[in-house]
């Protein structure tokens, strides 16, 4: 099992950029993914997730109306689209693959640093 983030970036506030998390070494639909930021100095802190089927996201209040958790199953892949970016949002971002789709984290990607400044 391998999960990899990518898109790292520095962005101005109120700037976009969109996450990528590939996986692979598992059947990608049938688990839901998950990303959650570590910010300098801070723990782990959910931020969104999306089931295998697409059919259900969720997301932390301090990024809802934000960003957007996608994902195409075909390449394996989820997206988290950031928009209206703040320097809050600085934080090297990880994502996870949830093993019974109840907030049990078993695999981690590496992690992409997000750094919002101007």
């Known amino acids: 099992v391998q999960l990899v983030a990518s898109g790292v970036g520095l962005v101005q506030p109120r700037g976009s950029l969109i996450l990528s998390c590939a996986a692979s070494g598992f059947t990608f639909g049938y688990f839901s993914i998950c990303w959650v930021p570590q910010a300098p100095g801070k723990g782990l802190e959910w931020v969104s997730d999306?089931?295998?089927?697409?059919?259900?996201?969720n997301y932390a209040d301090s990024v809802k109306g934000r960003f957007t958790i996608s994902r195409d199953n075909a390449k394996n892949t989820v997206y988290l689209q950031m928009n209206s970016l703040k320097p809050e949002d600085t934080a090297l971002y990880y994502c996870?693959?949830?093993?019974?789709?109840?907030?049990?984290?078993?695999?981690w990607g590496q992690g992409t640093q997000v750094t919002v400044s101007s």
């Open positions: 996870a693959r949830d093993l019974t789709g109840w907030g049990e984290y078993d695999y």
């Open positions: 999306i089931n295998g089927d697409v059919t259900r996201t």
